[in-house]
Nanobody, 120 residues
């Protein structure tokens, strides 16, 4: 059974960059054919898919965030990460990592989410 757990900074100042880590257990992040995604929910809004890294290492981004988001992985730690730069209060959200067995926006397993607040 795949399990995901997000970790992050909690509070970030505007204009800074923050990093989120998703630690995966129960499966290798290199296992075919999994896709590992980052999704966020901004207060009062729906879920927003931010990007994903495939089992192969290929990376995909939402066009709206591509200039500020960077996704990477550490296969030795079975983790993948999201870096988001030049943040503003509008980036305040609950951030989730999730996995789908094939390329899909219907995710099989989600982490519990981590709150990131952007405030001075």
């Amino acid at each position: 059974q795949v399990q995901l757990q997000e970790s992050g900074p909690g509070l970030v100042k505007p204009s800074q960059t923050f990093a989120l880590i998703c630690t995966v257990s129960g499966s290798s992040i290199s296992a075919s054919t999994y896709y590992w995604s980052w999704i966020r929910q901004i207060p009062g809004q729906g879920l927003e898919w931010m990007g994903a890294i495939a089992y192969s290492g290929s990376i995909y981004y939402s066009p709206s965030l591509k200039s500020r988001a960077s996704i990477s992985r550490d296969t030795s730690k079975n983790q993948f990460a999201l870096h988001l730069s030049s943040v503003t209060p509008e980036d305040t959200a609950v951030y989730y990592c999730a996995v789908s067995e094939y390329w899909s926006y219907a995710f099989d397993t989600w982490g519990l989410g981590t709150q990131v607040t952007v405030s001075s």
